[in-house]
């Protein structure tokens, strides 16, 4: 069955530092997202992105975040200079559609990447 | 804004036993409901959906959920536990014109089962 691969599983990096989250999506996706969960808190909703661009953004994705699809299978979303508040789980998803007028199919997730900052 | 409460935080069942997690939510209009499970050291895998149509929606492994609107709600429900659904459960709401964008989680239930 195709998933949605992530790597590292797990990050540690020190503040101030920049880092790369990895995600493979399915391979016929079009849609791509990243969400995050803070310990102890709720999954939370940072990007999506289509045709090369992001297409919604939450007020939690500032100038300090990016995302990129470098080639036609990696998508990655990279923090430029880490905070302590940085930590937590980040999820990678992709579907296939995205809303009612497209044709709606549901995002399938990565295992996720723990990430770390000290 | 749409919100999902999950009021049960920790829930233990033994094995064999009904289980029923809740889920509430706000919403303007019908959303998109979904119910997501994460075993240790695993992604989120999508358990079931309601989009539309019939209230009472099966899913993998054995789970169902019914959407209530009157009540809000869209309880996840399993007549009979395995030891292998020990996991945390996510209900999250979308919104039909946003799609997976602005997925709504709710804090999420961990279920602990025992013998």
């Known amino acids: 069955e195709p998933e949605v691969t992530q790597t590292p599983s797990h990050q540690v990096t020190q503040m101030g530092q920049e880092v790369i989250l990895r995600c493979v999506p399915i391979s016929n996706h079009l849609y791509f997202y990243w969400y995050r969960q803070i310990l102890g808190q709720k999954v939370e909703f940072l990007v999506s992105f289509y045709n090369n661009e992001i297409s919604e953004k939450s007020e939690i994705f500032d100038d300090q975040f990016s995302v990129e699809r470098p080639d036609g299978s990696n998508f990655t979303l990279k923090i430029r200079s880490t905070k302590l508040e940085d930590s937590a789980m980040y999820f990678c998803?992709?579907?296939?559609?995205?809303?009612?007028?497209?044709?709606?199919?549901?995002?399938?997730f990565g295992q996720g990447t723990r990430l770390t900052v000290v | 804004a749409q919100s999902v409460t999950q009021p049960d935080i920790h829930i233990t069942v033994s094995e064999g036993a009904s289980l029923e997690l809740r889920c509430n939510y706000s919403y303007g209009a019908t959303p998109y409901l979904f119910w997501y499970v994460q075993s240790p050291g695993q992604g989120l895998q999508l358990l079931l959906k309601y989009f539309s149509g019939d209230t009472l929606v099966q899913g993998i492994k054995g789970f169902e959920a019914e959407f209530k609107r009157s009540q809000s709600s869209f309880n996840l429900r399993k007549p009979s536990v395995h030891w292998s659904d020990a996991a945390e459960y996510f209900c999250?709401?979308?919104?039909?014109?946003?799609?997976?964008?602005?997925?709504?989680f709710g804090t999420g239930t961990r279920l602990t089962i025992i013998p």
């Open positions: 998803a992709s579907s296939e559609a995205r809303s009612r007028g497209f044709g709606y199919t549901e995002a399938f």
């Open positions: 999250a709401v979308g919104n039909p014109n946003f799609g997976n964008e602005k997925l709504t």
